[in-house]
Structures are given as C-alpha cells and as structure tokens.
C-alpha cells in the first residue's frame, strides 16, 4: 500500500513539476504588454527631464512675465523698454507727477538684435509699441 501511495505521489509530484516548468517563462503577450507600458512611462517623463537646448529667450521671457505681473497687481499699465544693449527698465505709462521718470525696476539682459517697446494693461494683455515694429522694420547698419 505505501509503495501505491508512493508511486501515486511521484507521478502529482510529476505533474506540478511539468506545470511549473510550463510557467517558468513569460509568453509574448505578457512581455508585449510590460514594453509598451514602459515606452509609455519613457514618452511621459523624458520631456520633462531633458533641457532645451536653447536658452537664449527664457530671460527676455521672464522678465516679459514679471512685468505682465507687475500691471495686473499694480492696476494700471506698465511700459517695459529694451534697448540694443540689453539695459530694460519698466516703467508707469503715465507717471505719477511726484514720482518723476523713475523706474519702477530695471536691469540688464543678454544684448538683442533690435530694441523693444511693451505695454501691458492691467487686464493683463501684452502688445508691443510702435518702436518696436518701426525698429524691427528698419534695416541694420552695415
């Protein structure tokens, strides 16, 4: 009797063995699936780990976005001025009569190609002066 048991138990032990080396590895649909999550994961964090490799706009663009800023918190419109050199300065469009020509802030960027003249509202909408395009338009100097 033990020796049926014995036999009976080698050959379930047989079959679990040959059931596991059955799903020892991966079938294709599960490795598809695995690969294409991951490329999904990659395309949705990669952008944002990766730097542009252009940099030369992303000051005049924060200072255009602190300026936009200043109008709305200010309440009034602002005048912000970039000259050839670099030197900005942001000033009220219509001065208070005690505050002179003061700027409200001003400073230095990289130097630019052609001057530029911003007005912002205290909506918050931006649009370039009549300088700007007038400058923009003239030709350079040889």
């Given amino acids: 009797?033990?020796?049926?048991?014995?036999?009976?138990?080698?050959r379930d032990d047989d079959r679990v063995d040959e059931a596991w080396s059955?799903?020892?590895?991966?079938?294709?649909?599960?490795?598809?699936?695995?690969?294409?999550?991951?490329?999904?994961?990659?395309?949705?964090?990669?952008?944002?780990?990766?730097?542009?490799?252009?940099?030369?706009?992303?000051?005049?663009?924060?200072?255009?976005?602190?300026?936009?800023?200043?109008?709305?918190?200010?309440a009034e419109t602002l005048r912000l001025e970039v000259d050839v050199s670099g030197q900005w300065r942001l000033t009220p469009e219509t001065p208070a009569p005690d505050a002179g020509a003061a700027p409200l802030m001003e400073g230095r960027l990289e130097p630019?190609?052609?001057?530029l003249v911003l007005r912002f509202s205290p909506l918050g909408s931006c649009a370039p002066d009549a300088v700007s395009f007038h400058a923009a338009a003239a030709p350079a100097a040889l």
Avoid: C, H, Y
């Fill in 112 to 115: 630019g190609s052609a001057p």
């Fill in 22 to 74: 059955r799903r020892l590895g991966f079938t294709l649909v599960e490795t598809v699936v695995v690969l294409v999550l991951l490329a999904l994961g990659t395309a949705l964090v990669a952008p944002s780990l990766l730097t542009p490799g252009n940099d030369q706009g992303r000051p005049l663009v924060g200072l255009i976005a602190v300026a936009r800023d200043a109008a709305i918190r200010r």
């Fill in 1 to 10: 009797m033990s020796n049926l048991r014995s036999v009976r138990r080698s």
